[in-house]
């Protein structure tokens, strides 16, 4: 059985930065052509990719917000960690995690349930 | 990148059959056959329904059908049941740097 399962904090402040992890179980991100990812829902507004990081390390990130993203992945505990620095109201949303379960895979087949994130000013 | 265009809402009877469109561009929808379907209900993962435009993961009801003409695409859901109501997004591969793109969201609501 797959599962992923967000964590992080509630409340940031502005310029604050967050960090998020996505802890999940029932593959490996070890594994060919895996990956795992953010992709966040402002209220009332689209979902929108943030960031990835793929089994071979290789990583994407929304060229929006590429700036000030970084994701990294630790496999030993089947973890992965995104920071988002100079955080702004703006990005208050809930945040989920998400797998692409392969290279030929052009959708994201496991979610996590998605952690709110509010950003005061 | 502007975000697939999805009715804010539908709504249909126990049996009845509704669709749901999901109409992007010649980058993305048109593009591409890498339109995926979610299904989200409150509080919950949101579920993988539809793939690659028609295709159904292991689990999901046949009841369940997905399409697309040019730039746009459809989730049709037949025999509609209490449980279908949940709000329903559509995503498409992108030409554009963001790779992916998705719909604002449709929620469904059974009468």
């Known amino acids: 059985q797959i599962t992923l399962k967000e964590s992080g904090p509630t409340l940031v402040e502005s310029t604050q930065t967050l960090t998020l992890t996505c802890t999940f179980s029932?593959?490996?991100?070890?594994?060919?052509?895996?990956?795992v990812g953010w992709i966040r829902q402002p209220p009332g507004k689209a979902l929108e990719c943030l960031a990835l990081?793929?089994?071979?390390?290789?990583?994407f990130y929304s060229p929006s917000l590429k700036s000030r993203l970084t994701i990294t992945k630790d496999t030993s505990k089947n973890q992965m960690v995104l920071t988002m620095t100079n955080m702004d109201p703006v990005d208050t949303a809930t945040y989920f995690c998400?797998?692409?379960?392969?290279?030929?895979?052009?959708?994201?087949?496991?979610w996590g349930r998605g952690t709110m994130v509010t950003v005061s000013s | 990148q502007s975000a697939l265009t999805q009715p804010a809402s539908v709504s249909g009877s126990p049996g009845q059959s509704i669709t749901i469109s999901c109409t992007g561009t010649?980058?993305?929808?048109?593009?591409?056959?890498?339109v995926s379907w979610y299904q989200h209900h409150p509080d919950k993962a949101p579920k993988l329904l539809i793939y690659?435009?028609?295709n159904r993961p292991s689990g999901v009801s046949n009841r369940l059908s997905g399409s697309k003409s040019g730039n746009t695409a459809s989730l049709t859901i037949s025999g509609l049941q209490a449980e279908d109501e949940a709000t329903y997004y559509c995503?498409?591969?992108?030409?554009?740097?963001?790779?992916?793109?998705f719909g604002g969201g449709t929620k469904l609501t059974v009468l």
């Open positions: 998400a797998r692409r379960g392969g290279v030929t895979h052009y959708y994201f087949d496991y």
């Open positions: 029932g593959f490996s991100l070890s594994t060919t052509g895996v990956a």
């Open positions: 990081i793929y089994w071979d390390d290789d990583t």
């Open positions: 010649s980058s993305d929808i048109g593009a591409y056959n890498f």
């Open positions: 690659d435009v028609t």
């Open positions: 995503s498409s591969y992108t030409r554009s740097s963001t790779n992916w793109v």
